[in-house]
């Protein structure tokens, strides 16, 4: 589970290591109803699309993997039985967000510590801002995100959101 | 586009021959916030699994599919946008619902009619009420959907609800 | 207050003969958040546009009437606060439907029973059926409502949805 | 669990009996959100304050007793969390709706088949008519809804809405 | 009215005195919506559970209080007339907040100023962070609260809310 | 577009200019759903009031104008079509917002810069400052809305916002 803003090399080692052990793998993108927001500045659309083709070019077996967007609710002691309906039957949540643990805990879900790749090195908020600032990001996500990221030309839209004090979702 | 209720042997004739005319197919699972009502039984995490199940069964190319989860909109002028935003990026739709045409036509999407097979044999509606009555509908839906709908109990879940007039969404 | 699908004569005259006893009229469209529906088939924006142009057309003094689209509550005992919260203020509500009567005088608003022309006449359902069927309904309506919807071919839109079952506020 | 438009004599005997074999009983209105609907015309502080006043006047043990309204959940699959986060704990659930025993079996809450005292006697949707049609409905309530009905002028209520066709929550 | 994070020895005093002053005593649970937050980290129902248990064990008299959830409406202007439908009927509130005060002022509701224990040591806020820090919160709060808040382990959940900066009804 | 909280001279002088060019100018309040906050005191309805009196104070053609209230869509990238379904017809959009000119190019709609009045003079966040603190702000906005804002008693109004945290909107 992650909002995937963007889906980085650091997201990629944890799927490629959650097929080792598992079945099959769920990459389930949260906030999917937001967009072009700060912390959410790509589509569900857009997410799916990054994610769905750096596991294509990292050949993993994709009748093995799941993409799918869920969105946040209001009303947090619901959350893990949206889960449960809007995801395909699953077993286990690895999630290393302790917040995201007790809540899936206090609903009987079972959930692992999963091992993150070098997380200085790989993380969303700061290949976010590496894009406004015209740092070398590329090396931090996989080749398909970096040409998504380019055709929709994701510089201009962070550089227009990280400038405004506008937020539609905010009061 | 299509609610899926259940995913049966129509569908899957058509995502295999848009697979021979395109690059890629989306399915898109419309009415996904619904579930466990008459026209909506089945959750959008049961529908997505036994999507996926069937492509990968009729030995598909998964890495040129997606299922994708989408919501209905009450405000129906936006929902070309919504589209949009929720799925990977698409040219064209393939749609045999005027309504839908027409509506995605005014948003300047081009709309193809699709070709499906008997669609009096391959029925979602007829398929539900043969669940019920007790009929064979084994044949009219992919092996992977019969599995998963014995596996979950399909028929009681459609017997209770045809027999009820509880439905929470309607006032 | 009215959804005015489409906005006939009868409702003109009725806005003008409030303008010969009060001050200002408000026009106010109800269930401004639907389109594309049968009941409700025009958008908030084709109805204002409708509307003002029809005023116009007819001479009436614009600075006197404010045209304002309003959204049905679902928790209908929080109507009227929502409608004093939407509208400029006003001392009285015409409406000939009982219903709206009784929630708006529950929460102390005066209520005035407005006289209609001949209501067999210019009526917005029978309006609706006669674009579907061909027949005249040019009389029926302001002269700036039959371009309106001339232009935005009305005709099409009507029939579409008149043959169609799909309705996506419906469960 | 119920709407309770309007709690009548078989829901007080059903809360009377519940009492006798558990510590504690949870009254939980349902559709709160809803009012001055045909199938749901009293707003959920007027069941709450009748459910509460005919209690106290059956002189039940009201430090035993909980009268709590909740929402219904448009995600269906939902709706037993949130039962479990709007309700002080439980531990069985008395219903005789097979819909709604469903839901909550598949979620791993118990549920109790309630014993009803003779349903045509007492039936809120019949009830409901004999206050339109003027028969005698007072036996059929607790003598503390038959008051609160009559202050508000439930007669009123129930009569415009039965005549009218206006609901604000469909489409 | 309060959120009740979680209700202490000053919100059961001014029960009490409200009580010797007034018939009747409701008392609403506003953010009834939120749970597992910051600010909210309990759900309605458990507030629920810890008020009605405190009443009972101070021996107010329960056929004389209501305890009902409300929740927090996004058109501010709406919220009075919310108010009128969700509780009991009431003639006054007791509020201390001049913000509610005034919205309540503009819409006819006589508010009266309570007079609450020492604010310094009666306080959720600080008792929250009381619970974090280990030091002793025992006395500030009815010994049903302590109970109940032990029960569910208030102390971790808290905790792991503090040192999140996940929240899922921002952006 | 705007919020107009409240309007102002520069406002009314973008209007001015606009009609020079355009036939028509479309008025469009944003976050019409929100009030009684600190950035919207205002409810749309006391919007469109102090804004249609202003364009009839400076005699402008009121039927070249329209002042329309639309809500903020927390999916952002649907807010375009929105703004399409509940405005009438429009060419351009006026905005000096970077963000929310980005989001309507990339949605094709034309956007084009507007030229302010010192904004450093006409600003409301400052016209709101300054009438909590007692300045002279009378000269900052047309007389209609000075008439409007003495009415509704906008100082006390705003000063008990300005000095709550209460913010019913937020968690």
Known sequence: MGRFQPFHLGHLDLATRILDECDEVIIAITSSQFNYLEKDPFTAGERIEMIHNSLKEASLDLSRCFVVSIENQFNVATWASYLKSAL?????????????????????????EPMFLDRTLYNATKIRSMIVSGENWKDSVPNAVYELLTKINAKNRLTVISKSDTNPTKH
Chains 1, 2, 3, 4, 5, 6 share one sequence.
């Open 88 to 112: 395909p039957h699953f077993d286990k949540v690895f999630s290393g967000n302790n917040y995201v643990s007790m809540i899936l805990a206090d609903s009987g879900i079972e959930v692992m």
